[in-house]
Nanobody, 124 residues
């Protein structure tokens, strides 16, 4: 089992920045991919960004490209999401996710470990 704990959410004005962290513990040696999804009220959970644990390759949703950056610290088993130029439409609960399988990286169903989520609210 892998446990994921997010931190770093909060309230910020439009144009501001936040950095989310996700610390992984437990049986992390098999982790293939880690990343972030988000879910706004009344909407489905959507892909934001992921990073391949070994290769370090990254993938982003079109809506966040150029504004968000995902990175990892292998020694700390931690993934970060730096969010700049935040917009009100970025408001959501952000979930950290991890998987030890190879699959459709854009689909929540491909991830077998989830954090409890952290709220990000961007005011206009």
């Amino acid at each position: 089992q892998v446990q994921l704990v997010e931190s770093g959410g909060g309230l910020v004005q439009a144009g501001g920045s936040l950095r989310l962290s996700c610390a992984a513990s437990g049986r992390t040696f098999g982790t293939v991919t880690m990343g972030w999804f988000r879910q706004a009220p009344g909407k489905e959970r959507e892909f934001v960004a992921i990073i391949r644990w070994r290769a370090g390759s990254t993938y982003y949703a079109d809506s966040v490209k150029g504004r968000f950056t995902i990175s990892r610290d292998n020694a700390k088993n931690t993934v970060y999401l730096q969010m700049n130029s935040l917009k009100p439409e970025d408001t959501a609960v952000y979930y950290c996710a991890a998987t030890d399988y190879s699959g459709n990286i854009y689909s929540p169903s491909s991830y077998n470990y989830w954090g409890k989520g952290t709220q990000v609210t961007v005011s206009s």
